[in-house]
T-cell receptor, first 113, second 112 residues
Framework: AQTVTQSQPEMSVQEAETVTLSCTYD???????LFWYKQPPSRQMILVIR??????QNATENRFSVNFQKAAKSFSLKISDSQLGDTAMYFC??????????FGKGTHLIIQP | AAGVIQSPRHLIKEKRETATLKCYPI?????VYWYQQGPGQDPQFLIS???????DKGSIPDRFSAQQFSDYHSELNMSSLELGDSALYFC???????????FGPGTRLTVL
C-alpha cells in the first residue's frame, strides 16, 4: 500500500510571496500519477496540478509548479506571487495500482494581506 | 463546462436510518469514485465503478453499497447509520480509468 506524507500541517505567508508545500510518498509502483488538490473553505476539491511519473519534466500551471524528484519520492508544490484566494487546505494525492486516490493529511495554507 | 453533480447537498438523518446519495458524472465520463471526508480529515476512497461494473473497493463499510446505472450516474446507499458516518461525501469522475479525477461539490451528511 502506498502512503503520502505532508509534514507541514500549517503554513502562513504574506501576499505576493512564494511558498513551497512539501509532499513525500512511498510506493513500489513504477507507473503512477501525483496530484495537488486545493480545498478552500467551501470544501470543494479543486485540481491544482497533475504529474505523470514517467515524465521527467516538472508540471506547471500558471503560478503553480511542482518539483518532482522520482528517486527521492518527493513532490513539492511551489506557489508564486501568492494571492489571498490561495488560502486553502492543500492535499497531495497519489494514484497508482488501485483506482482510488491516496491523500496526505493536508497543509493549511494561509495567505496574509 | 459541466461539472460533477451531487444530490442532495445536505442531509440530516437519525441513527439507524438509511440514506441514498446520488452522483451525476461529467458528460461522457464513464468512471465514478466515492470518497468520505470526516471532520478535519483527508478524503478516504470508498469504491469506484467503471462502465457500470465495480472497479475497486477501498474502506467502504459493509453497511454501505453502491452501484452505477446505465446512464453512468451512481448512487451510494448507506444503512444503519451511525454517528461516525457524519462526513462530507464526494463523488469524482474521469473520462477513463486512471485519468484525472474531477470532484463534485460533496454531500454533507449529519447523523443525529
Amino acid at each position: 500500500a502506498q502512503t503520502v506524507t505532508q509534514s507541514q500541517p500549517e503554513m502562513s505567508v504574506q501576499e505576493a510571496e512564494t511558498v513551497t508545500l512539501s509532499c513525500t510518498y512511498d510506493t513500489s509502483e513504477n507507473n503512477y500519477y501525483l496530484f495537488w488538490y486545493k480545498q478552500p473553505p467551501s470544501r470543494q476539491m479543486i485540481l491544482v496540478i497533475r504529474q505523470e511519473a514517467y515524465k521527467q519534466q516538472n508540471a506547471t500551471e500558471n503560478r503553480f509548479s511542482v518539483n518532482f524528484q522520482k528517486a527521492a519520492k518527493s513532490f513539492s508544490l511551489k506557489i508564486s506571487d501568492s494571492q489571498l484566494g490561495d488560502t486553502a487546505m492543500y492535499f497531495c494525492a497519489f494514484e497508482g495500482g488501485a483506482d482510488g486516490l491516496t491523500f496526505g493529511k493536508g497543509t493549511h495554507l494561509i495567505i496574509q494581506p | 463546462a459541466a461539472g460533477v453533480i451531487q444530490s442532495p447537498r445536505h442531509l440530516i438523518k437519525e441513527k439507524r436510518e438509511t440514506a441514498t446519495l446520488k452522483c451525476y458524472p461529467i458528460p461522457r465520463h464513464d468512471t465514478v469514485y466515492w470518497y468520505q471526508q470526516g471532520p478535519g480529515q483527508d478524503p478516504q476512497f470508498l469504491i469506484s465503478f467503471y462502465e457500470k461494473m465495480q472497479s475497486d473497493k477501498g474502506s467502504i463499510p459493509d453497511r454501505f453499497s453502491a452501484q452505477q446505472f446505465s446512464d453512468y450516474h451512481s448512487e451510494l446507499n448507506m444503512s444503519s447509520l451511525e454517528l461516525g458516518d457524519s462526513a462530507l461525501y464526494f463523488c469524482a469522475s474521469t473520462l477513463r480509468r486512471r485519468d484525472t479525477q474531477y470532484f463534485g461539490p460533496g454531500t454533507r451528511l449529519t447523523v443525529l
